[in-house]
């Protein structure tokens, strides 16, 4: 049991990324507690917490990428046993939220899924969910307890600023979403943005229609919230070579990489592609054009935060270069 300004205080790892919960426990000084998972031989999901929670602020680390259903379900487990083992509170680490991208209705008969987890996260009996970059910054309004939408961007500042800060750069947005996004990194970096104007005819597929801005003669960085089948990253980074930029990176916070993204990246003229480890990335997801930054740090100061009750917003602030 870890004791922190008179808080009891527990922090657990699942199955989807110990490695960046291993991170976590040993900046934030707070030991991973044991927690065994097991599967059924049908497929069914057991757990046993091996240590007492009573009364205990409990922090469970678990993003739910692929398989997302599977960690989802796992974690739901989780919170239902933590519940009835009587902690006092319940608080989800979930770097990455499985299924934000159906935050809306696109079409008249399509579910809202990011509606629909955030309600199973607060039935099962969570009490705080801590995410990073949310597709969509609505998402936060699907729950009624907190929820605290950590932001890489300071994380991506930094590593660019060391590496091309002698570069004349654009920062392109893949989509006039994005643009935002984009505008925070251009001004940290002083930096003018580009916008690239496309459709998606399909889901994971985008048609480049043309681009929005100057890029000739400049090194480009494509910044998203993540990178999945990397058709459209692809499709970009050629446009961009045609326009005239001199080299393209891309930085995005949640590397999905969906087959056949690695193909793709390593196929493509790209220089390098910089992602956070909100997902674990196994042997078939590297590449050595692939960087992660850890955002261990982050997430550690943010906790210990929390039971200090201090506030957030500081630790998101990207300084000005």
């Known amino acids: 049991m870890t004791n922190l300004s008179e808080h009891k205080v527990k922090l657990f790892s ?9 991170e976590v426990s040993e900046l934030s000084g707070i030991p991973l507690s044991k927690c065994e998972v097991k599967r059924f031989a049908d497929g069914e999901i057991g757990l046993n917490i091996e240590e007492t929670v009573r009364g205990h602020n409990v922090f469970v680390i678990q993003p739910t990428q ?10 739901l487990i989780m919170i239902d046993a933590l519940k009835r083992a009587s902690a006092k509170d319940i608080n989800i680490v979930m770097p990455y939220y499985g299924y934000s991208r159906q935050d809306r209705k696109a079409a008249s008969r399509q579910p809202i899924s990011a509606k629909l987890i955030a309600d199973l996260l607060e039935t099962a009996g969570a009490t705080r969910v801590i995410s990073m970059d949310l597709h969509a910054g609505q998402i936060q309004g699907f729950f009624n307890i907190p929820i605290d939408n950590f932001v890489a961007m300071p994380i991506l500042v930094d590593y660019f600023h060391k590496k091309l800060q002698d570069q004349k750069l654009v920062i392109v947005s893949p989509d006039h979403g994005g643009a935002v996004r984009a505008r925070q ?5 002083h930096a003018p943005i580009a916008i690239i104007d496309k ?4 889901t994971n597929e985008g048609e480049i229609m043309g681009i929005v801005g100057d890029v000739s003669g400049r090194v480009a960085i494509i910044i998203d919230d993540m990178i999945d089948t990397a058709g459209t990253l ?5 446009a961009l070579r045609v326009a005239g930029a001199k080299e393209v990176y891309a930085a995005c916070t949640h590397p999905v990489f969906s087959p056949p993204a690695i193909d793709r990246i390593n196929d493509s003229t790209i220089q390098e592609v910089v992602c956070t480890n909100t997902i674990e990335l196994g042997e078939d997801k590297q590449s050595d054009k692939v960087t992660q930054l850890s955002i261990a740090p982050l997430l550690a100061q943010g906790i ?4 200090q009750d201090k506030p957030l917003s500081s630790l998101f602030k990207t300084r000005q270069r």
Not at 185 to 189: D, I, R, S
Not at 199 to 202: D, L
Request: proline letters at 5%.
């Open 185 to 189: 990194l251009g001004n940290a970096l």
């Open 304 to 307: 210990l935060n929390i039971l």
């Open 234 to 238: 692809n499709s970009a980074v050629e």
């Open 66 to 75: 692929a398989p997302v259903n599977e960690n989802l379900m796992e974690l």
């Open 199 to 202: 459709r998606r005819p399909r």
């Open 14 to 22: 699942l199955s989807a990324n110990k490695s960046l919960a291993e």
